[in-house]
Nanobody, 123 residues
């Protein structure tokens, strides 16, 4: 599967952005999906994950209550709605897919990765 992330940009603290990840292929609905990010000078970290059906989601503590992950299996997309953004959310955001249908916040469990989209939050 190929993944294409989009929606990044520059936003002021307190603002919102919506990231989207478009997936190729007819098996999208069987994949667990996740969003990860890499901030400048830091290692990549998990942000949110969603199961293949969308009925189970997981979030990093740092984004709980502010970010929402969702998916549309008819459109082969997974989204990340980011509200109340903070400067520490500045990072390149990546979407990822795993062949097992569960969504976990563990980078090593993912099989496919998109190219990333940059989110910059100014103070």
């Amino acid at each position: 599967v190929q993944l294409q992330a989009s929606g990044g940009g520059l936003v002021q603290a307190g603002g919102s952005l919506r990231l989207s990840c478009a997936a190729s292929g007819r098996t999208f609905s069987t994949y667990g999906m996740g969003w990860f990010r890499r901030a400048p000078g830091k290692e990549r970290e998990a942000v949110a994950a969603i199961s293949r059906s969308g009925d189970s989601t997981n979030y990093a503590d740092s984004v709980k209550g502010r970010f929402t992950i969702s998916r549309d299996n008819a459109k082969n997309t997974v989204n990340l709605q980011m509200n109340n953004l903070k400067p520490e959310d500045t990072a390149v955001y990546y979407c990822a897919a795993r062949r097992s249908g569960s969504g976990y916040l563990l980078e090593g469990l993912y099989d496919y990765w998109g190219q990333g989209t940059l989110v910059t939050v100014s103070s």
